[in-house]
């Protein structure tokens, strides 16, 4: 079932539940999805594929918890509980991310099969990893693992 299918029948069921604060999350998210849609009609494309959704929701949860820091520093547990609740219905779309053993495990595959030899090399090392592990790896945190193991 492709997301925007899951989005909605998550829509619905959360409707008739009742459950007001996944409702409004996945409104919100059917909103992000509606405005990539819209973004990408100039490029002749009617729907965003599902791996720019993902992109997106990533982005989303990369903005709340920016957001549930500030809240801490400024001392609003009520919202800081609001962010994490939206943050969990959205990662609930995502795949599974990998634990840092098995980032470490990737890209050290990933330098061996690319044949990287130093900082040089690090585009192709990170297109090889996002190629391989797709959405399941966060760049994010191999960037800097991918750094060190090649003299950066």
């Known amino acids: ?6 989005f909605t029948e998550q829509l619905k069921a959360s409707m008739k539940a009742g459950d007001a ?13 509606k405005d990539a849609d819209i973004a990408a009609r ?10 720019e959704i993902q992109a997106a929701l990533r982005g989303m949860v990369k903005s709340r918890r920016e957001s549930v820091e500030l809240y801490r520093q400024g001392q609003r547990p009520e919202l800081v509980a609001k ?15 990998m634990d840092e053993a098995a980032i470490s495990q990737a890209v050290a595959d990933a330098v061996a099969a690319t044949g990287a030899a130093g900082i040089r090399d690090m585009g192709r090392v990170m297109a090889a990893l996002r190629e391989k592990h797709g959405a ?13 193991r090649l003299g950066g």
Not at 136 to 148: E, F, I, N, R, T
């Open 83 to 97: 962010e994490e609740a939206e943050i969990a219905v959205i990662e609930s779309f995502l795949p599974q991310q």
């Open 21 to 33: 604060a996944r409702t409004s999350t996945l409104r919100m998210i059917l909103a992000r999805v």
């Open 1 to 6: 079932m492709a997301l925007r299918e899951q």
């Open 42 to 51: 100039p490029k002749g494309v009617q729907s965003v594929p599902d791996d």
């Open 136 to 148: 399941s790896l966060d760049m994010a945190k191999a960037g800097p693992l991918v750094k060190a």
